[in-house]
């Protein structure tokens, strides 16, 4: 599946925005502050319904404007459009011309997997960050996991108010309890079946671009042991205390080890910076493998940051997207030009929130 | 800001506190009023007080009622054994509407909501002990949505009741997930109910 075609309206710096892309690498190049990273940010959005930015909608819309619009036309097996509207008073999303009445309908339109600067917080981060990572892919690949996820936090909600109270009903506190875990155990479950495979990828993809020759082990770190039902009653003594939901997928962590150690505190920066490279490679690499086409690769900076040897183990993932008529966009300024991409490449100049065909 | 008389004004902003009522309708039904034979508009006004005066919770049920007892209550031909717990007096319409459901009902007042502070204590549960203990009733059908907070309270009431001779069913969960009675059709609500199941 590739984008054909990305229409903006008063996103970020760009007032009005019609461009066509063909399948294949695509490089935007500009100097700084010109509007490369916001394209990114528009296609990912059509992807997730959230900025990569860690942003809420009112920061896209641009500066003195009511509101923004994001439409594409998406080119598979079938045509399909979209049309995004957000506004802070009004909020539109439709498919094929049809309201989207539920997110879970319209999860897996487009496929994007980002590589940015602020994949560095998947290592440097608090566990929250691991566990959004986790839940994006199952979200992106799993359709009942997204409406159990909110179902989950909605319980959890409920049942920390109640912990609040100075003296909760027991029984009513039981009754969110059982919620809690027994969709708690259905967001465990499907945690711990993804971390075999993506925990093999993310090795491999380690493997490939490092300069060292660690090895890198993905390990899920349950707050709960075996029934969450039953350590939820074990833990109620100390809940009554914290007055809190301790144990829970809420509380789960990835912990990420290099050479058996916590890459968080031990790695270098530059190892960091690897390891954030090798969990996208891995999304994306299973994302392929689940559904037989790569997704939308947006690569925003990185490639100029890595150096060759390191670029080079991106490079087969890069071209397998090319051949399978997906895309590539990749962002760069002119000084960090990746020239071992010479071939094939389709060139834009990005200046001041326009798009121009390269000479 | 506007031109308009003061009455006008104090009617839109009336009329645009009602639910579902933006601020364009309210203008356009308040002009429209104001232009229309003043007797109707009596008769509106006459209406709309008498409705409040009159309508009230039953005593009993809870439901929408003029008279005391509600005349779902007094019914003599609906079942008295079985009696069906709703969250809101307007559940009651929908399961009527549905034509499946010939027992007698018992109006929540809403559900266990930790969020908005509701407990059990604000809900008529205790109201409903006691027509366990006054009323015939066999079997109690909890008709509650789906979502968490009318989960948690469905169990409630099952584990408050356990001590009852009186089965406890709930409706069956075909209605779409989280949400209330009234986004459900007929059809749905009528496969709910005759598809409940004991929850003890
Ligand atoms: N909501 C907004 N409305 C208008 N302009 C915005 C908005 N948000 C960001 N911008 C502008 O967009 C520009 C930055 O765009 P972007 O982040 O895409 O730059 P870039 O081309 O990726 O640059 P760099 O090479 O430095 O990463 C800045 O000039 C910024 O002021
Ligand atoms: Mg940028
Ligand atoms: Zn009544």
Known sequence: MHLAHLRLRDFRNYPRLDVDFIPGFHLLAGPNAQGKTNLLEAIYLLATLRSFRGVGGAQMIRHGQKGYFVGATLVGQTEQTVKMYWSIRERNLALNGQPVRKLTDYWGTVRAVVFCTEDLLLVKGPARTRRRFLDLLLAQTQPGYLPTLQRYAQALRSRNALLKQPAPDETALEGFTRELARLGAQII??????????????????????????????????????????????????????????????????????????????????????????????????????????????????????????????????????????????????????????????????????????? | MSALPEPLNTLIAELGALPGIGPRSAERLALHLVQSDPQAVQRLAQSMVQARAQVQACQSCGGFTAQQPCAICQDARRDPSRVCVVERPVDILSLEKSGSYFGKYHVLGGRISPLNGVGPEDLEIQELESRLDREPIQEIILALGSDVESDATCFYLAKRLASRAVTVTRIAQGLPAGSGLDFADELTLT???????SIR
């Open chain 1, 189 to 359: 479950q499907p945690r711990l079946d993804l971390l075999p495979r993506l925990a093999a990828l993310a090795q491999s993809a380690y493997r490939r671009i490092a300069a060292d020759t660690e090895n890198l082990r993905l390990e899920y770190q349950p707050s709960v042991k075996q029934d969450m039902a039953v350590e939820l009653a074990q833990a109620r003594a100390r809940e009554r205390q914290y007055r809190l939901t301790l144990i829970g997928p809420h509380r789960d962590d990835l912990q990420l080890l290099l050479n058996d150690r916590p890459a968080g505190p031990f790695a270098s920066e530059g190892q960091k910076r690897t390891v954030a490279i090798a969990l996208k490679m891995a999304q994306a690499e299973y994302l392929t493998s689940l559904h037989g086409s790569p997704p939308i690769l947006l690569i925003d900076d990185v490639m100029g940051e890595l150096d060759r040897q390191r670029r080079a183990g991106l490079l087969p993932l890069l071209e397998e997207a090319h051949q399978a008529r997906s895309q590539v966009f990749m962002t760069c300024t002119e000084q960090n030009w990746p020239r071992e991409l010479g071939r094939a490449l389709q060139g834009w100049q990005v200046h001041e929130g326009t798009l121009s065909p390269a000479a």
């Open chain 2, 191 to 197: 496969r709910a109910i005759e598809g409940r199941r």
